[in-house]
């Protein structure tokens, strides 16, 4: 049944009965590594701290009746790290949480109007002042997720700090850097790869880029990380490669040899409060990321923490084709 | 195994002679309806150009080629991996030839025109393009024949894609500015770019090399 605004609609039986079974499930992977559970409202207010970070664009914005302006959640990321700060503000770190539910964002263009996207999502975020520990406790609940899945699975990992580092390293200045990322989170590989290319075959670090911008297996990425280790020695960049190729590693053990992990340094998530780790899973021939996330710090100095958060979101629509098709 | 979505139509036989050149076995035959053939490792599939970015990025086809235009138009979120080289037209906006001067010198100051009302087949690409150029656009989208619109009174002007230029003139129109160019593009799934990353990577290396020694020929 299409409801009043294009792209919203009902789900019915049997898809109902099975995504209350799939959040169930889910939720008791993410309780028993500790999480818990929140509920998040629908309607948002779109103004206030951090509230420029994200889908700012695509909130679906509506008169409140006291004349106001509000939205519906187009993420529930931020207002889970609002909550960090203010709700849950006293509880201990690190503060490992979840939630469900639906979110609203304006999708295409029809004509003067637009489409209304609705997803069904399942969240996981980590409050902590240790940057690695939110990184790392996120990664491993992403990963227990992924063993839901049973087959065909892969775990794409990557790192903006990395890139933006090396970026940089390679000469680009923040307008390039921005056009660079832009490519990549458009997955224009074509346009990032001529970028890298224009600096020149003796650029080290472009060079880098481009031998990590791909979905790499771990062996390949290991070697790479290792090399760029080796040849930025002594720099915040070798640093960084030795934390990724730690990361990758704790991954691929975690994983238990259930699915693929592989590393992709041109892994751009479309909302642009990412900042350090990022990670996407992918199952075989769906287009779109079973789950995805990363760490946001940029997001928690908006709203004015000095927390790191981390986390991630589950689709549960894809995950629910997933579980109809018998792969979940 | 992979799967290449292959668009139908004027680029079909330049793809299927590209990969022939990369050392593909692609038994694509013109006389044919076929639209699905395999050959050895690879299973193709023949799809409209506009379908093509659709194919892939729902994993009924893990790679697919296409023009840049098709692929923009579409706003299907799949990795864009090359530029293949052949395929090569503009999109313009084009007018009737007496009405250019006139739009040209609004444009080329970086003033915004009043009202536009513009035919087209691109409609995402067209709106793109109006945001900031016009004021009150109106975007008429056509089927074909995009040319006939303003003899006839149905548009002011037309946005399109051209090769030569010949069937602007023969209808009275003349470029007002260029907004890109397109050609023929190598694109992937966005699981299968990662899933599927060896046979993937084999293909770009090879039509890579090919384009380089061979780019004159096809």
Known sequence: MSEFLEGISCLLPPEAMLLRRLEARLAAVME?????????????????????????????????????????????????????????????????????????????????????????????????????????????????????????????????????????????????????????????????????????????????????????????????????????????????????????????????????????????????????????????????PVLGGGQYDGLMRAIGSKESGSGFAMDLGVMLRLMEEGAV | MITVALPAGRMLEEAARALGLAGYDCPYDKDSRKLIFDGGNVRYLIARPSDVPVYVARGAADVGIVGKDGLSESGEQVYELMDLGFGRCRFVLAAPEDDVPALKEVLDAGGMLAKLRIATKFPSITRDYATGKVIRPEIIVLKGAVELAPAIGLADAIVDIVESGKTLAVNGLAIVEQISESSARLIANRSSYGIKAKPIADLMERMGASGRTGGGIR
Not at chain 1, 97 to 112: H, Q
Not at chain 1, 179 to 190: N, P, R, T, V, W
Not at chain 1, 194 to 206: I, K, V, Y
Request: some cysteine.
């Open chain 1, 32 to 288: 028993g590594l500790g999480f818990m559970e929140v509920r998040l409202p629908m309607v948002i207010d779109p103004a206030g701290p951090g509230s420029d970070e994200g889908t700012v664009e695509s909130k679906i914005k509506f008169a409140a009746p006291d004349g106001s302006i509000a939205a519906l959640r187009s993420d529930m990321t931020l207002q889970a790290a609002r909550l960090s700060v203010r709700e849950l503000a006293s509880f201990a770190r690190p503060l490992p949480i979840f939630y469900s539910g639906e979110v609203f964002r304006k999708a295409r263009n029809k004509g003067a109007s637009y489409l209304a996207r609705q997803d069904m999502h399942m969240g996981a975020e980590v409050f902590s002042n240790s940057p690695s520990e939110s990184g790392v406790m996120a990664l491993t609940a992403a990963i227990d997720a992924c063993k839901t899945v049973k087959s065909g699975l892969q775990l794409r990992i990557g790192d903006i700090a990395l890139l933006d580092g090396l970026a940089r390293t390679a000469g680009m200045d923040g307008r390039q850097l921005q056009s660079f990322k832009e490519a990549l989170l458009s997955k224009d590989i074509y346009r990032a790869s001529s970028a890298l290319r224009a600096m020149g075959g003796e650029n080290r670090a472009a060079k880098t880029i481009l031998e990590l911008m791909p979905a790499n297996d771990a062996k390949v990425t290991t070697k790479l990380l290792d090399e760029l280790a080796k040849d930025f020695s002594g720099t915040d960049l070798a640093v960084k490669a030795q934390d990724a190729s730690g990361l990758v590693g704790k991954a691929i053990v975690l994983s238990g040899g259930k699915f693929a992990v592989a590393f992709e340094l041109g892994l751009i998530r479309p909302l642009s409060y990412y900042s350090g780790l990022v990670f996407e899973a992918y199952a075989e021939g769906v287009g779109v």
